[in-house]
């Protein structure tokens, strides 16, 4: 395969144009980048890759080598189906040499084709795709919704994108393209071993929902009830869980029609500013939430020390943060994210275990101390802080379209994700309302913080952070693959300076993860707070329905409810933001409780 190539032909596609006339999407380069990129795709028929040069130079003389060359196309796997592209790919390059070979004092314009449709039909395919077009129009039936113009395209935009292609898997195959030019692949390879084949059922989607929705958040909400009030948070909370479904389908919607990734429709639809934008918020989300987990663990672990040692031993808080870089550094060095799964495994049966507990501990307590000192109706001082926390708790926006690919039916996603959200918003209400009630203005920012330091405690705390720890390098793994995209443009596998900048790029990461987590370790709830309405607010609820308005939204009920939710989600993350950040400055109540006090 020829891999002589611009290493900017790796990066992402800086401009792409979706075209709502005949709905296709487009690459916006010049023919020369385009003729790059589709002889990636190519087979190198050349007896070797030096003598390439060589050859094409005497194709534009000797028509011989060129019906040498031609003919040997058919040799390989469907070359009568691809002999199209492989032609075009040839008079490309040949136009590219006789242009630079010709005089530049002789100059002839070409004349424009009368009719665009026809200047297409010397395109591979042009000719069948037409043939398709006009059927359709004949027989009355709406024209096929083809998402590029034509296959060239195709290949252009898909050999652009890849931004969000957050798997090693990319990374090496490239390195194997630098290491041996000399491969014969098909014109369409193999999909990685790892790579979404689509054959879940909705049974195991609504598994991975559940353990994309329910984890460390669910705990934080009872301090979320005591923050809002019991009235305003149970309302609030199923309003925004309600929101938030609304827009997952809608980001369902628009990736259907345009079947890209979250990031790379945003560039399609408004340019790579937007890309950038879509991909930094979902990048300081997942370092928010590992900055969070990390708090979690060391306070956890912290009241652990202290109930186990009988208060003979405490240590503080940012020691226990430092503590986990040993554990955190090696598992980011991991690069396959299968590698994780059997600690996600583990993960989530601690998480059951620990759900589990709670439940029979708020109901014991309220069976034998009754119902705490609760607000009832809305707690005017901290209210805004709620709507940060419940945004946060709906953390599996960045998983909707991987779980939709998934799926071997993927239009019964929206009934699984409807019924999933259903179950979990209702799991979410009642850890909220009921430990609430249970403990009232006593309550922590940890729930399990308010549970004595019995064995039983004891041994449910320590699984629960367990299982938080693990989940940590899961929450950390996309935020540093989309870093890394942007920072290195080559691979590691064979350039050893290479894998050691990344290597030192991830210890980095993790310190300051580690030392945003020392920071905000005194007001957690507050951190949680801001994590979620600076960055989570606006993957949820601007940039679905933002998308929806500009690619699909065709009548005035779909643009007035997309725009609805576009004004309350600037507005909840400007005055949310603003609040959380004037709360924190304010100080008040600072470290969790101490059983030891």
């Not at 113009?149 to 898909?158: C, E, G, H, M």
């Not at 708790?393 to 019964?412: D, F, N």
């Not at 007001?523 to 609820?541: A, M």
């Amino acid at each position: 395969m020829n891999t002589t190539h611009s290493g900017n032909l790796f990066r992402p596609l800086s401009t792409a144009t979706y075209n709502p006339e005949d709905n296709t999407v487009s690459a916006d380069l010049s023919e020369d980048q385009v003729v790059q990129v589709v002889k990636r795709h190519l087979v190198d028929t050349s007896p070797a890759a030096s003598l390439r040069s060589a050859s094409i130079h005497r194709s534009i003389t000797n028509e011989d080598d060129r019906g040498s060359a031609l003919r040997s196309v058919h040799q390989l796997p469907g070359g009568a189906i691809t002999h199209d592209i492989y032609k075009w790919a040839e008079d490309a390059e040949n136009e590219q040499i006789a242009r630079r070979q010709r005089s530049q004092s002789f100059y002839l314009p070409k004349g424009e084709p009368l009719d665009p449709t026809l200047a297409r039909l010397k395109d591979p395919g042009g000719f069948r795709r037409h043939f398709v077009v006009h059927k359709a129009a004949r027989l009355g039936r709406a024209p096929p919704n083809w998402m590029t113009r034509t296959f060239v395209d195709f290949l252009a935009l898909y050999g652009h994108f890849g931004g969000e292609d957050l798997s090693e898997e990319e990374e090496e195959e490239e390195a194997d393209e630098e290491q041996g030019p000399e491969e014969e692949e098909p014109l369409i390879g193999r999909p990685p071993h790892n790579a979404v084949q689509g054959t879940a059922t909705p049974a195991k989607a609504v598994f991975l929902l559940l353990k994309s929705f329910v984890g460390t958040g669910v705990m934080f909400l009872p301090k979320a009830f005591y923050n809002g009030g019991l009235a305003f948070s149970t309302i609030l909370l199923t309003t925004i869980a309600l929101i938030s479904l609304y827009t997952f389908l809608l980001l369902v919607e628009t990736r259907n029609k345009i079947p890209v990734s979250f990031g790379d429709i945003g560039g399609v639809l408004f340019g790579p500013s937007m890309r950038l934008s879509v991909l930094l918020a979902i990048t300081l989300s997942q370092i928010g939430f590992v900055c969070a987990y990390m708090v979690f663990v060391a306070q956890n672990v912290q009241a652990l020390i202290e109930s186990v040692s009988q208060c003979q031993l405490q240590v503080p808080l940012s020691y226990l943060i430092l503590a986990q870089i040993a554990v955190f550094v090696p598992l980011a060095m991991i690069r396959r994210i299968q590698k994780l799964s059997a600690f996600a495994l583990i993960a989530d049966l601690f998480i059951l275990i620990g759900l589990v507990y709670l439940y029979y501990y708020d109901f014991f307590t309220l069976s034998q101390h009754g119902i705490a000192d609760v607000e009832w109706t809305i707690n005017y001082a901290s209210f805004p802080m709620f709507i940060g926390t419940a945004v946060f708790t709906y953390e599996g926006v960045g998983l909707v379209i991987p779980i939709t690919e998934s799926m071997a039916e993927p239009e019964k996603f929206p009934k699984v994700l409807s019924g999933t959200m259903i179950f979990i918003t209702t799991i979410f209400l009642s850890v909220g309302f009921i430990s609430y009630l249970a403990f009232g203005s006593q309550v922590q920012t940890v729930i399990l913080l308010n549970m004595p330091g019995t064995a039983a405690v004891n041994t449910v705390q320590g699984l629960y952070a367990l299982a938080i720890c693990l989940s940590i390098p899961l929450q950390l793994f996309p935020a540093i693959r989309i870093i890394e995209t942007g920072l290195f443009t080559r691979s590691g596998k064979y350039d050893n300076l290479v894998k050691w900048q990344k290597n030192m790029f991830r210890f980095v990461a993790v310190l300051v993860c580690a030392a945003i987590a020392i920071a905000g370790s005194s007001d957690l709830d507050k951190f949680v707070s801001l994590i979620g309405s600076l960055c989570c607010v606006p993957l949820c609820f601007f940039f679905p329905p933002l998308f929806h308005l500009k690619a699909i939204a065709n009548n005035w009920r779909q643009k007035t409810a997309d725009m609805l939710i576009i004004v309350f989600g600037l507005v909840s993350m400007i005055y949310t933001t603003f609040i959380t950040v004037s709360l924190w400055s304010e100080g008040g109540e600072s470290a969790p409780i101490s059983r030891c006090s």
